[in-house]
């Protein structure tokens, strides 16, 4: 395609506004979370501080004790939730896509319209279910959820990416005397490693991000995930707890997810392409 | 699959034990009881814990201070009770909660320990406030009614009254206002429970009230749209309020007039202290007054308060009790009111020699609180403060006029109260 | 492959029993459940704050999801050229999208503050308001803009990813084609790229939409539901009716209308845009 150069210019413009527009956001939390408590009231505000400074960084696990808590759990959340989805996710796109299940599709096709659906629909009885099992206020409650809101999509995913592998290596295998097991274990989970990653850094996206479910089934402070514990200062007032220790906790909270973006944006397009566009 | 995924399952496995864990006893084995309160801005709170701890050497009281928004708390109080957890002993709670957790079995009644002898030392509206069908479910510590701060100083450099009336507030804020630098009148204009205490301040003000002794919704009689008329006006038509004021709670109210934006303010009388504080620009310049009232009524002050209640899930709630008991003794009112600006609930205190050294118009704030006016004592009085915070907010961001909204309020209040389990 | 079904092909479903069994549990018991704890439909009719919040929610989803085509179109057909760094600018892109939206909601209350605010300031500083001070979450208009924006922002990347790939499967010789032809970009859009991204448009438009009508986390921190109710979604009101009201069977009934109005909306959106070519 052959642009004029004012065209390339307009084209080279709009890339930068594009990605601007996305990070800026990001940026201004990270800017006031470097100022002085009295900069970040400043008006108008200044758009880089004055005195740099991360002692906000420090301040705001002094005003929140319990902020280093809610990290921890929002990590064990995050990990639990992603191990036992792959693990599930895995063995039943397997049994899905590979073996030939009578009855399957209409089973997967079920599946997928479910998944639809958002979470709020199931909250009300789901916390009844979960208080009834004793799991209130225990991260299972949220991992055995996630991980059970995530499986549509992560089958999915998966089973798109293990139709790509040809039928002859399992049947060479068999020949070669694998068990199902070994032959799953031993050479469809290494094939599939990539695909199997790209879901897994979703489905930790997924359930670092979670804030209904969280919201409702954990009531006790330190059982409390990072994205509760940092609404919950929605209700205080800019005299309580500043703005720049705030945007200090946003950024902090922020930081893992956005490092993951950077490093598998490949493989998150992926995934995500997967996901939706077949479903 | 991925040494690097490998890493992650076995990283995640390896925490997931650590988790849930919880205490109800400490490390030093006593027994701990726990509650959630706003937070302790003055440190009051945790002096007083330190000296029940002192005075009961095998317990401890774990104070988790939560956001200061009142709405939040109880939903979060609410969370708790509805999984039947005991991850709270105490209760610490708005007058306007406890028949709504009454109701819902979440309180122990406290007429055992707490009996009709003893409560006869305490303000007769705040017992009122602590009863629902005849049991009573908390010993309140905190007195509160709505009151109008004024500057002193500005009133008299253009010797003016301190205003008894609507009219005379808006004549006084205009004459003396410079917005932006200074405001005729700040108060709580947010969506949320306390912009309805603000608006019945001025109903009941203007001989008005929202359910009459009949159980028949009054809100949309013409006293009370005058009122609401009234509270539009000042922020968009007499313009002596800031726009802002739709997003003001308490402390954005205090706040702005301790820096000396405001003329007049209505708020609760924690905000008297703060004011007079050491580094307080506004301090020896403030007075306070009864509510502004209508043509219609007299002054009239929305009766808040706090007290405890005793969880019905609390595995302690003796060793509870024993918190609750210490709190409402009356020389820890005093250091609450002296240190935190706590406003006390016995009688006594009221004529306390200490207590009116510091502020000696507390015999006035006695008369206010004794004559303050209670919401509805009602189960479902949460769903018809939201739809009176709704309507009213409405009207002050003039989606509806005055008149509009107090009739949808009434009509939904209405059902409210038919579709309501207990009466 | 051959092998003898029966014994072999139930052993088979192990596999996905796991998964199959949790679903069960977490998605289609809770179903179910909703179905038998729910009552109080006669007060649905009656209900001012019910339709008042269906009026809200359908608005906020109608502005969100053509806002999020609009531009999740234009950034897709942006990332599909090659340039250089075009990596890093994908990856911002995506930024939004994974940035969890309880999180993102704080900071846009402080973008969104009407005094100290950065969007105010900007604003004013380009000429477009008289003065800096905008009350963004205390003005109804204001209110409903600004969760309508963080929304935007938000999920517009997802809309992006998938029109990429749409984009990426129109075979590159129908432009060369019709550019001999005679027909200048715009008229390209209209008859080839357009026609082609139909399904996926389609597709990503009906995600969008369900998961935009159950909106929660966003609204919740950034005005939780005011100023008057304007923009109090059906989930909050569903929050409210249940944990607040303590109103559990009809919070339960509302839950079921909610479930309603999407299976009607999916329906009709499917016959809308059904492809009618095949």
């Known amino acids: ?279 | 699959m991925s040494n690097k995924l490998k890493m992650l399952l076995a990283f995640s496995l390896a925490l997931l034990p650590a988790a849930g864990c919880k205490k109800s006893s400490s490390a030093s084995g006593k027994t701990v009881i726990r509650y959630l309160a706003n937070p302790d801005v003055g440190g009051f709170a945790k002096e007083i814990i330190k000296q029940f701890e002192a005075a009961y050497p095998d317990l401890e009281v774990e104070m988790v201070e939560g956001p200061s928004s009142p709405n939040t708390r109880e939903d979060m109080y609410a969370q708790s009770f509805m999984s039947k957890e005991d991850t709270y002993d105490l209760v610490y709670m708005d007058v306007v909660w406890m028949p709504k957790f009454a109701a819902q079995g979440w309180l122990k009644p406290l007429d055992e320990q707490f009996t009709a002898d003893l409560q006869k030392d305490f303000l007769a509206g705040d017992i009122e406030g602590s009863k629902y069908q005849g049991k009573t479910y908390r010993l309140p510590i905190q007195s509160d009614g709505g009151m109008l701060y004024y500057r002193k100083d500005l009133l008299e450099s253009k010797g003016l009254k301190p205003p008894q009336t609507w009219d005379e507030l808006l004549a006084a804020a205009k004459a003396l206002q410079k917005p932006p630098e200074l405001w005729g009148f700040v108060f709580q204009g947010k969506q949320y429970e306390g912009l309805v205490c603000d608006f019945l301040e001025l109903v009941w003000g203007n001989g008005g009230t929202l359910v009459d002794a009949a159980g028949e919704v009054q809100i949309d009689k013409p006293q009370a749209v005058q009122a609401l008329q009234w509270m539009v006006d000042a922020v968009h038509k007499d313009k002596i309020a800031p726009e802002g004021v739709l997003t003001f709670q308490e402390e954005e109210a205090r706040h702005m007039f301790q820096e000396g934006k405001a003329v007049f303010m209505r708020n609760w009388p924690y905000a008297w202290n703060l004011l007079q504080g050491d580094k307080s620009p506004v301090k020896g310049k403030v007075g306070i007054l009864p509510m502004v009232h209508g043509k219609l009524g007299k002054s009239a002050a929305t009766l808040g308060g706090w007290g405890y209640g005793i969880s019905a899930y609390s595995k302690h709630p003796d060793a509870a009790w024993k918190f609750v008991e210490f709190n409402g003794r009356p020389e820890i009112q005093k250091l609450a009111f002296l240190k935190g600006g706590i406003i006390p609930t016995r009688k006594a205190l009221f004529a306390d020699p200490d207590v009116l050294k510091v502020s000696p118009h507390m015999k006035q704030w006695g008369v206010v609180l004794s004559g303050a006016h209670p919401r509805p004592v009602h189960p479902s009085w949460a769903r018809m403060s939201d739809v009176l915070q709704l309507h009213v907010s409405a009207a002050l961001s003039r989606q509806e006029t005055a008149q509009a909204a107090l009739a949808a309020a009434a009509a939904e209040i209405r059902i409210v109260l038919k579709n309501s389990p207990q009466k | 492959m051959k092998r003898p079904a029966g014994a072999a092909g139930s052993i088979q479903w192990l596999y996905a029993a796991p998964a199959l069994l949790l679903m069960g549990l977490v998605s289609v018991v809770p179903i179910g459940q909703t179905f038998t704890m729910a009552g109080g439909f006669d007060r649905i009719g009656g209900d001012a704050t019910l339709w008042r919040v269906l009026r809200n929610t359908g608005f906020f989803t109608f502005w969100t999801v053509s806002l999020e085509l609009v531009l999740g179109l234009a950034i897709a057909m942006l990332l599909t050229r090659p340039f250089p760094g075009r990596g890093f600018v994908r990856a911002a892109v995506l930024i939004p999208w994974a940035l969890p939206t309880a999180i993102m909601a704080m900071a846009w209350r402080w973008i969104f503050n009407s005094e100290y605010g950065v969007m105010g300031d900007l604003l004013f500083k380009l000429h477009l308001v008289a003065s800096p001070n905008i009350p963004w979450l205390a003005a109804p208009g204001p209110a409903m803009f600004a969760c309508i924006f963080a929304d935007v922002w938000k999920t517009t990347p997802f809309m992006a990813i998938l029109l990429m790939s749409g984009l990426a499967a129109i075979p590159k010789d129908l432009y060369e084609a019709a550019g001999i032809d005679g027909a200048g970009p715009v008229k390209q859009f209209f008859i080839i790229t357009w026609p082609m991204l139909k399904p996926t448009i389609a597709l990503a438009v009906l995600f969008r939409a369900i998961q935009s009508f159950g909106v929660f986390d966003l609204i919740y921190v950034l005005t939780g539901g005011g100023p008057g109710g304007r923009t109090q979604t059906i989930a909050l009101y569903i929050y409210d009716i249940v944990f607040r009201y303590q109103e559990m069977a009809y919070g339960c009934a509302v839950t079921l209308v909610m479930a309603g109005c999407l299976c009607l909306f999916a329906g009709g959106l499917f016959l809308l845009l059904r492809p009618r070519s095949a």
Not at chain 1, 39 to 65: C, D, G, H, M, N
Not at chain 1, 67 to 95: Q, R
């Open chain 1, 1 to 279: 395609m052959k642009a004029s150069r004012a065209g390339q210019a307009f084209f080279a413009l709009a890339i930068v506004m594009v990605a601007l527009w996305s990070l800026a956001p990001f940026l201004w939390q990270f800017i006031t979370s470097i100022k002085s408590p009295e900069e970040v009231i400043a008006v108008p505000p200044t758009y880089w501080p004055s005195k740099p400074s991360l002692s906000s960084y420090v301040q705001i696990f002094k005003t929140r004790p319990m902020f280093a808590t809610y990290i921890l759990n929002s990590l064990i959340v995050a990990l639990g939730t992603t191990a036992v989805c792959t693990v599930f996710g895995t063995l039943a796109a397997y049994a899905f896509s590979r073996l030939k299940l009578p009855g399957s599709g209409v089973v997967v096709n079920a599946i997928m319209v479910i998944a639809l659906f958002p979470a709020t629909l199931l909250v009300v009885p789901l916390k009844q279910l979960i208080m009834g099992a004793g799991l209130l206020n225990n991260p299972w409650a949220l991992i055995l959820s996630y991980s059970a809101l995530n499986l549509p999509f992560s089958i999915w995913v998966l089973m798109t990416f293990f139709k790509q592998i040809p039928m002859d290596i399992e049947e060479a295998a068999q020949v070669d005397g694998f068990t199902r097991w070994g032959l799953l274990w031993k050479i469809i989970f290494p094939l599939s490693a990539p695909a199997v990653a790209t879901t897994a850094i979703l489905i930790f996206i997924f359930s670092w991000n979670e804030f209904l479910l969280a919201l409702t089934f954990i009531s006790r402070d330190a059982a409390r995930t990072v994205p509760v514990g940092i609404a919950l200062l929605s209700g205080v007032t800019v005299y309580e707890v500043p703005w720049d220790q705030i945007s200090a906790a946003v950024v902090m909270t922020t930081l893992p997810v956005v490092a993951m973006v950077l490093l598998f944006q490949r493989r998150i397009i992926e995934g995500l392409t997967a996901g939706a566009v077949k479903g």
